[in-house]
C-alpha cells in the first residue's frame, strides 16, 4: 500500500558529495517520520539519520556534521545530503517511513529497496 523509491547512490571518491532522495506514494493518510538507514558489507543495519515530523532529527554520531536530513512533507519526500563522504560510509542505503494509512488504524512501517552508495579512498 505504500511504496518508498530512493535515488540518488552511486560511487564517488573520498571527500565527495551526495544527495539521496526518497519518494513515497501510496494510500498515506499521513507520514510521521522519515529517515535513512545503511548497511554495509557485514555489517548490521544502522541509523544513519531521521527526522520525525518537525523535530530536530537525529544524526548517527558518525555523520554529525556531515550529513543533512530535510524532508518535503507535501511532496512525501525524504533527502540526504552527505558531504565529506568517507570510505566508511559505503554501503546500501535505505529508507524508512513511519506512516499511517487510509486503511489502517495503526502506523507502519515500510522500508525502500535501497541505493547503494560506494565511497573510494
Known amino acids: 500500500q505504500v511504496k518508498l523509491v530512493e535515488s540518488g547512490g552511486g560511487l564517488v571518491q573520498a571527500g565527495g558529495s551526495l544527495r539521496l532522495s526518497c519518494a513515497a506514494s501510496?494510500?498515506?493518510?499521513?507520514?510521521?517520520?522519515m529517515g535513512w538507514h545503511r548497511q554495509a558489507p557485514g555489517k548490521e543495519r544502522e541509523l544513519v539519520a531521521y527526522?520525525?515530523?518537525?523535530?530536530?532529527?537525529d544524526y548517527a554520531d558518525s555523520v554529525k556534521g556531515r550529513f543533512t536530513i530535510s524532508r518535503d512533507i507535501g511532496e512525501n519526500t525524504v533527502y540526504l545530503q552527505m558531504d565529506s563522504l568517507k570510505p566508511e560510509d559505503t554501503g546500501v542505503y535505505y529508507c524508512?517511513?513511519?506512516?499511517?494509512?487510509?486503511?489502517?488504524?495503526?502506523?507502519?512501517?515500510?522500508w525502500g529497496q535501497g541505493t547503494q552508495v560506494t565511497v573510494s579512498s
Open positions: 524508512n517511513a513511519d506512516v499511517r494509512t487510509y486503511y489502517s488504524d495503526f502506523d507502519d512501517d515500510s
Open positions: 527526522i520525525w515530523g518537525s523535530s530536530t532529527p
Open positions: 501510496g494510500s498515506i493518510l499521513r507520514i510521521n517520520g
